[in-house]
């Protein structure tokens, strides 16, 4: 078996490689003057089993993995398996308005075409998985996530929604604390409360967990709320960070404490690993 890192996913690889005590296989990749990419395998990986690990964000990424796909099939490998730590348009898995693609399929069918097995992270909705022609899985963050807070002292685990707290559930299980979500009341026409379901964050250290975090303006919110409520800290992690435009801006204005999330999407935000999430389905 050898592990091949896609740029956008080096730590991952690396990460994988370890724990696997596998070979990282040695990798070119330049671009052209007209931005074409070249990429190359030096090692030789004929009849391996080749795991190629490469986040599909932003687009360019997308690229990489199929001519990095491609780069494996034609030297001979004996089975592909595809770590996606960050699938790039999941959250495209429907037909919204006539006229539209389902992104999440069209992008899952094009993986497939060179793909035994398919592994992604924390995917916005798990059906997406049943778009891929080949075997896929999905892997969750939330164990390591929950470890790196277990050291915060967390009194309660909070979803930004009624739709996310199972993850928020899973989290709390492992921190041995409260859960709850936070629910939106419209007070009037311009005033919307935003506050934990059923608990009090009075005195309290809170976190709140999300798969993504894009923009970061709901979060914001939440993390303003709280504070006005008196929480001790306000802790925000995820396992995707995004944090497109100002979403770091936002959420420090707002009072946040720290901002956590994976290494699937790197940042100086990215404190927890998500390869020992990610093994255990490669083993």
Do not use: W
């Not at 690229?63 to 004996?78: D, R, S």
């Not at 022609?133 to 999905?138: C, D, E, L, N």
């Amino acid at each position: 078996m050898y592990v091949i890192g896609g740029t956008a996913s080096k730590t991952v690889a690396e990460d994988l490689a370890k724990i696997l005590k596998k070979p990282l296989a040695n990798t070119i990749s330049k671009r052209f003057p007209d931005d074409e990419l070249y990429i190359r395998i030096m090692d030789d990986i004929k009849d391996e089993h080749v795991v190629i690990v490469q986040t599909t964000y932003p687009d360019p990424n997308l690229i990489e993995l199929f001519l990095l796909q491609n780069a494996a099939e034609e030297a001979g490998v004996k089975k592909i398996t595809v770590v996606i730590p960050y699938y790039g348009y999941a959250r495209q898995d429907t037909k919204f308005q006539e006229g539209e693609p389902i992104s999440a399929k069209a992008i899952a069918g094009l993986i497939s075409l060179n793909a035994d097995n398919v592994i992604t992270v924390d995917p916005h909705k798990e059906h997406i998985l049943d778009f891929f022609a080949t075997s896929a899985h999905s892997a969750t963050a939330i164990p390591e996530i929950a470890k790196y807070l277990k050291e915060k002292n967390i009194d309660m685990i909070l979803a930004p929604d009624k739709g996310a707290l199972n993850r928020a559930k899973k989290a709390s299980e492992i921190i041995k604390c409260d859960f709850d979500y936070m629910e939106k009341t419209r007070i009037d026409g311009e005033t919307v409360e935003i506050k934990p379901k059923n608990l009090d964050a009075q005195n309290k250290n809170v976190a709140i967990i999300d798969d993504i975090i894009s923009t970061g303006g709901t979060m914001a919110k939440s993390i303003k709320e709280l504070k006005n409520q008196k929480a001790k800290k306000v802790y925000v992690t995820c396992t995707h960070g995004l944090f497109a435009g100002d979403a770091i801006k936002k959420l420090v204005s707002s009072g946040c404490d720290e901002i956590i999330s994976t290494d699937t999407i790197m940042s100086n935000f990215s404190k927890v690993k998500i390869a020992p999430s990610i093994v255990k389905l490669i083993k």
